[in-house]
């Protein structure tokens, strides 16, 4: 009777599921940035209890470089290892992070800068905590590849620059290198800006910058439909990748300029390029940066009052909204329609907003067709039509 009890109680613990995960605490300590594993989806940030399948899991630590990562093993009994013990100790159903504090100092570049899955955009001198034993990404111009380059953080807080050009590692420190290069507009008028590194600006700019990457120069209302990447290398020779709209030098980037004519025909109203030119009204000749793309706004405030133009490297203009407006080398006319605004009963002024003046009683109004408008009554109520 013995014996049958101890073959069925052996037979109960083999018929009993084992454990397929186990919880697991993950304190980062004083890293406030992203963290996550193979096993689940998604980033954490702060101290999280999260269910790990047992056997190896990749642990990463920010992230844009293989460096950035270490094998954590979870064991049945909920104990935790790690294989890389400058970043992290385990132990009974925790895993805790080391830290240490890394002076970035960015000098004279003004600019942003951030690692990468850091969760924070900087701007100066900082202290910041990282996990040694590991890579990170530093990105200046957070925008393109060309802005970031990998640094790696030893046990020990030693810092090593993946781009020495760029940075200077050393004891729990980073320094970026400076470069200042001018960029002279000529002859356009309108607001430019280097993306991340700089502020809007007009005219003629120094600019520091740090060497040995790629930055985006954007045009007009800071889209990407108006921007080209320039890269400036080491000896401080600054080279375009849109040779229609820039060309470099050494520590110099000259914008291209060209005259295109804006004809409104019949429109009397206001219209204007964002961020290149005031509002305008009536036949205008501007100065633009040829081989990008503008935003033109006619009446309204909305972008459903507004269309895109390209202007080629050969002076050629085409309008993305052809209802609206028509290319011609080196032109951009306006379409017109004719519509009737008629008050009825109301004696009071209505206006159409940059497309009219005061106006009351009933008017034949001339307009550009394939866009919103926004018709004000007595100064304060607005209608988009």
Wanted: proline share 4%; with cysteine.
């Amino acid at each position: 009777m013995k014996r049958l009890v101890a073959v069925l109680s052996l037979l109960g613990l083999l018929a009993s599921p084992l454990a397929s995960a186990v919880p697991v605490t993950v304190d980062p300590g004083q890293y406030t940035g992203l963290w996550r594993t193979s096993a689940l989806a998604g980033y954490r940030n702060g101290i999280q209890t999260i269910d790990l399948p047992l056997g190896t899991h990749l642990f990463y630590v920010a992230a844009g470089t293989t460096r950035s990562s270490f094998n954590i093993t979870v064991t049945d009994s909920g104990l935790i290892s790690s294989d890389n013990l400058a970043a992290a100790q385990g132990g009974q159903n925790v895993l805790n992070l080391n830290t240490l504090t890394v002076d970035i100092d960015p000098q004279a570049y003004q600019g942003r800068w951030s690692i990468y899955a850091g969760r924070v955009r900087n701007n100066g001198f900082q202290s910041i905590v990282l996990v040694p034993g590991l890579a990170y990404r530093l990105r200046v111009a957070d925008y393109i590849s060309e802005g970031d380059f990998e640094f790696f953080l030893d046990a020990s807080g030693e810092v090593v620059s993946g781009n020495p050009t760029a940075a200077v590692g050393g004891a729990a420190s980073l320094r970026l290198n400076n470069s200042t290069i001018t960029i002279n507009p000529n002859r356009y008028s309108g607001s430019w800006g280097v993306y991340a590194a700089t502020s809007s600006h007009r005219g003629r700019q120094d600019v520091v910058l740090v060497p040995s990457l790629g930055y985006v120069l954007r045009i007009v209302d800071f889209t990407n439909r108006a921007d080209f990447i320039f890269t400036v290398d080491a000896d401080g020779i600054v080279r375009s990748r849109n040779s229609g709209a820039a060309s470099g030098g050494k520590n110099r980037l000259d914008l291209n300029n060209i005259n295109v004519v804006i004809n409104p025909n019949d429109y009397l109203g206001q219209w204007k390029i964002n961020s290149a030119t005031s509002w305008l009204s009536g036949l205008q000749d501007v100065v633009l940066i040829p081989s990008l793309t503008y935003t033109m706004r006619v009446g309204g405030y909305s972008q459903r009052s507004e269309f895109y133009f390209h202007v080629a490297a050969n002076g050629m203009v085409s309008s993305h909204n052809s209802a609206a407006a028509n290319g011609d080398n080196q032109r951009l006319n306006f379409n017109n329609t004719t519509v009737t605004i008629d008050p009825q009963q109301y004696p009071g002024l209505w206006r159409l907003y940059a497309a009219s003046g005061d106006l009351y009683g009933s008017h034949v109004i001339t307009l550009v067709p394939a866009l919103s408008y926004h018709l004000r009554i007595a100064g304060t109520r607005v209608i988009t039509c």
